[in-house]
């Protein structure tokens, strides 16, 4: 029986996409780089703010120190634009209040920085209550797919691996639950696609928030 729910964020509860990939362009056109179309974004998160950053320049292998620069500049950009068009994926506020009617464990981890995740948790999804929230925080926990932060909250909420359901929209997300030995299941509405997310193990891919709710279903009967 499944007792908690771990989500990532972007891609999978916010369409953050439009307000990610425009903050990146302004920080790329006012260092002389060429923009990206929104879409290419979809390929380059997912793995932190840096790699975002290293994905967007031209440079195949860009110097480290202009990347760690880049990076802080689009963090400062990002503070602005964060939620000028960012908005909850339909549906999601629905399963977010029959889970909590269930009483179901939920959290976030994420590897955006750990107070963008916080900020971005207060302003979007303020009517729900989550058990914790967790970004990317390099004093306490290292990046996604490394398992150690669910592995913590697991262990927290002392639950066993079989009681955990990840969710998520990335490659990232199902290697983080095939590491720490939990159920992955993607989405299809998010920053990646089907394809990626079954190579990378998910034991399902939902087109629609509700179907996870047919998934728990299946599983209580089982």
Do not use: C
Not at 51 to 65: G, I, Q, S, T, Y
Not at 172 to 195: C, E, L, Y
């Amino acid at each position: 029986m499944i007792k908690a729910i771990f989500f990532d964020l972007d891609g999978t509860l916010l369409d953050s996409l439009e307000d990610i990939a425009e903050s990146m362009n302004h920080v790329l056109e006012t260092e002389g780089y060429p923009s990206h179309p929104i879409e290419s974004y979809r390929q380059f998160v997912g793995n932190g703010m840096a790699n975002l950053v290293h994905r967007a320049l031209p440079e195949e292998n860009p110097d480290l120190n202009h990347v760690q620069q880049l990076t802080q500049k689009m963090k400062e950009e990002f503070s602005v634009h964060w939620k000028v068009n960012s908005k909850l994926y339909p549906g999601i506020p629905d399963l977010l209040n029959q889970l909590k009617e269930k009483k179901i464990t939920l959290g976030i981890l994420s590897n955006k920085p750990h107070d963008f995740t916080i900020k971005t948790v207060e302003h979007f999804f303020s009517q729900w209550e989550f058990d914790f929230v967790q970004g990317w925080e390099p004093s306490k926990f290292p990046l996604k797919p490394d398992p150690k932060s669910l592995d913590a909250y697991r262990r927290n909420f002392s639950l066993q691996t079989n009681e955990i359901l990840f969710l998520g929209d990335s490659d990232v997300d199902m290697i983080t639950a095939k590491n720490a030995g939990v159920i992955g299941i993607g989405v299809s509405w998010g920053f990646r696609g089907k394809v990626e997310l079954l190579q990378a193990g998910a034991e399902l891919v939902i087109d629609q928030p509700s179907q996870l709710l047919d998934y728990l279903k299946s599983k209580r009967a089982d």
